[in-house]
């Protein structure tokens, strides 16, 4: 085993690895529920869209090169573009449907986490067994070290670039741009929103659908970039933690940055035990993430106040 | 008095047409997308009727899937009538089915993992016995797996959803870790697999049937819920507590041991399904306990409206698509994920159905009343 060169120290380095590479999903999805919930609205479906968008992504990247003839340079940034085009469909219906009168937008994520996953199950089936061409990795540990090990471990994704480039773009966005006023109008208070002359059913339709194109977006990380393949397994959850972290970062773009960081992170800590031989408690240590979003619920959330930064509209039925 | 007949008349025929509108609606739509990936959708709604509800035969494989159904729709359906949307019905499965087969085997040698001398040896215990004890740890742990819920949502307003949904994946991850250790068989070789329980203590099929007993304690289980809900004291002070919780707060109601006890009762019978499927259909747990019964579950109780007894017709409804999969997949190579797909859209159309309560005129009461909105009664004169 290559690890063993490096001893003890591969299990810092797995989990550095592992929050630089498994993160940006987290960091796609959660971004994209921040702009949702900044509008007043949750969408718990974003983990049956992150699914739909790693399924597209991993077909069409396959597809491009197979049947299409598209260079593999090129067909998985088609993908990730379709991915995203899957996701702001999936958007649509989310947000038709959970602005009809009396319908819960809780219950709708639900019936979308379903759907989502069956469709994506569904058309995905032909795409489980050929390899698709991956997106380019930045190779940073060339820079930095001569060990195959390090090098390996220090792979930085462009589209991870790009999520942490559009954290603080959206916390200006939010701050300092008239639309980000609306969206934060509509998310607080909708009767003053409807005062200024702005319609908070077209604000927030447009919010859940640029947030489900982002999840999209880090749907195709998923099966493009780490762990690079098409599974049913491939999100397990994710979508709904990143949902979680959002609570977690207080509708803050640049803190919802910070935990995703931090969530995958924690995702790298089984993984990064078992290459250096500790096996023991290995789907516990696997359980981390869950465990950890809970507890941060129980910390961060209080039955005595609203939390600060929460959309004043979030979670009231048609407010 | 004639008034009020004929709106209670219009209600009941309200509440059930829409429903299955809605269920006709969402098998037209599945219809659409099977024309779409190139299957004759006739051909597909055929060979649904045919491989669920046919003949008596493969009835019986749908009854068998409704039977878990039934008691994990009743893990979303209770809290619901309290207000709380929990969707942890496939971890308290999970946590049931893990506690039924510790206690099980505890029950049968003595020990979860069994030296060989203690194999062939089942304790005198009566299988009634040991059934019992196994019912009676499932609903204990599934219940209390759904209690913490409850109480995370009162004393910390944890959201029931989100929290209830990760504590799906820790059962998961906790069933992993007992099957691939603590519990382990070690003569299992091709699935990490807990022992297995004796023929002796597992639940036997109804005489001349390949239905097992899960069945009865379902629609026992959805009877009793419904009397709970809508005939004690206890049922009616959840309901004004999911109705107006303010209100039930001024009233004096004790809404967070409410909130738990539900939560608990919820949990339970979602532990039971697991005990079901473990001492019925499995004899063990593994990996295929994860079946998502829970998530199917969660379906049945919106299709149902939270009304147990409805839980138990829907079970068998939607049993009959899960049961329908395989004949998909062999006979016109649709992929297992079809069943899912179908949920996804019953589901999606029964929750833009939800909208059509009081706008179709059909429904309408002709009467003068009926015009003034509910809005306009809320401005008391000072």
Same mark, same amino acid.
């Given at each position: 085993?290559?690890? $063993? ?7 810092? #380095? ?12 987290? #960091?796609?999805?959660?971004?994209? $529920?921040? =702009? ?10 974003? $983990? ?110 462009? =589209? ?53 194109? =982002? ?24 979508? #709904? ?31 990064? #035990? ?9 789907? =516990? ?35 | @008095? ?78 619901? &009538?309290?207000?709380? @949307? ?47 004890? @196994? ?74 049937? &390949? ?49 738990? @006890? ?42 149902? &409206? ?77």
């Amino acid at each position: 085993m290559a690890t $063993e060169a490096i001893g003890w120290l591969g299990v810092p #380095l797995g989990i550095l690895a592992g929050t630089l590479r498994g993160s940006a999903p987290f #960091l796609f999805v959660s971004l994209g $529920e921040c =702009l949702t919930e900044k509008s007043g609205k949750i969408n718990l479906g974003l $983990e049956g869209t992150l699914l739909m968008g790693a399924m597209s992504a991993y077909a069409i990247s396959y597809l491009g090169v197979s049947q299409w003839n598209m260079s593999p340079a090129i067909s998985p940034w088609i993908g990730v573009l379709v991915a995203g085009l899957a996701g702001m469909g999936m958007g649509l219906i989310h947000a038709w449907l959970s602005q009809q009168p009396r319908v819960n937008d809780i219950a709708v994520g639900i019936a979308m986490i379903i759907f989502g996953s069956g469709l994506a199950f569904f058309l995905g089936k032909p795409f489980i067994q050929p390899q698709a061409p991956q997106l380019p990795s930045f190779e940073l540990g060339k820079l930095l070290s001569s060990s195959p090990i390090v090098q390996s471990a220090l792979q930085i994704s462009p =589209l991870f670039i790009l999520g942490v480039l559009l954290a603080p773009a959206m916390n200006w966005f939010f701050k300092s741009t008239r639309p980000g006023l609306f969206i934060r109008a509509v998310g607080d208070s909708p009767d003053a929103a409807l005062a200024m002359g702005v319609s908070v059913k077209k604000v927030r339709m447009l919010c859940i659908i640029a947030g489900s194109f =982002l999840a999209g977006i880090g749907g195709a990380y998923l099966s493009l970039v780490y762990p690079g393949s098409w599974t049913e397994r491939i999100s397990s959850g994710q979508g #709904l933690m990143a949902v979680a972290l959002v609570i977690f970062a207080r509708w803050n773009p640049i803190q919802c940055l910070w935990a995703s960081l931090f969530f995958g992170g924690a995702q790298a800590i089984g993984p990064a #035990l078992q290459a250096v031989g500790i096996d023991k408690g290995y789907y =516990l240590f696997n359980a981390a993430p869950y465990v950890l979003t809970l507890l941060i619920m129980i910390l961060t959330c209080s039955p005595k106040k609203t939390l600060s930064g929460a959309p004043g509209a979030l979670g009231s039925i048609n407010g | @008095m004639m008034m009020l007949k004929t709106t209670t008349w219009r209600k009941t025929a309200e509440a059930i047409a829409i429903p299955i509108g809605a269920l006709l609606v969402a098998l037209m739509l599945f219809g659409i997308f099977c024309a779409f990936c190139g299957k004759n959708p006739l051909a597909v709604y055929g060979l649904i009727y045919s491989s669920a509800f046919g003949n008596w035969r493969v009835f019986q494989g749908t009854l068998l899937r409704a039977a878990p159904l039934m008691l994990t729709a009743l893990c979303t359906a209770l809290p619901a &009538r309290l207000g709380l @949307m929990i969707i942890g019905n496939e971890g308290a499965l999970v946590v049931g089915g893990v506690a039924a087969v510790i206690t099980g085997l505890v029950l049968s040698y003595g020990s979860v993992t069994p030296s060989a001398e203690q194999l062939q040896q089942v304790l005198a215990i009566p299988p009634i016995l040991v059934q019992l004890g @196994m019912a009676l740890g499932s609903i204990v742990a599934g219940g209390l797996w759904i209690a913490a819920v409850g109480a995370l949502r009162h004393y910390r307003a944890v959201n029931e959803t989100i929290s209830s949904l990760l504590m799906n994946y820790i059962a998961i991850a906790l069933m992993n870790h007992l099957v691939g250790g603590p519990i382990k068989d070690p003569g299992e070789t091709i699935k990490a697999s807990s022992f297995v329980l004796p023929d002796i203590n597992r639940l036997a099929n109804l005489p001349t049937t &390949r239905i097992h007993y899960g069945l009865l304690y379902g629609i026992i289980v959805c009877v009793i819920a419904y009397f709970l809900i809508q005939h004690t004291t206890f049922g009616f002070a959840a309901r004004t507590a999911g109705g107006n919780i303010k209100a039930a707060r001024i009233a004096g109601l004790p809404v967070g041991k409410l909130t738990v @006890m539900i939560c608990f009762l919820a949990g339970s019978c979602a532990g039971l399904a697991g005990m079901v499927e473990v001492a019925a259909v499995h004899g063990r747990v593994n990996e295929s306990l994860v079946a998502g019964y829970g998530y199917t579950g969660i379906l049945v109780a919106f299709v149902a &409206r939270y009304n147990p007894i409805a839980c138990t017709i829907v079970s068998i409804l939607l049993g009959g698509i899960l049961a329908s999969s395989g004949a998909l997949q062999r006979n016109l190579t649709m992929p297992d994920a079809t069943a899912l797909v179908f949920q996804g859209l019953v589901f999606l159309v029964i929750l833009y159905s939800d909208s059509l309560y009081g706008r179709l005129q059909i429904f309408k009461d002709p009467g003068p009343k009926a015009a003034v909105p509910p809005a306009a009664s809320t401005t008391i004169p000072a």
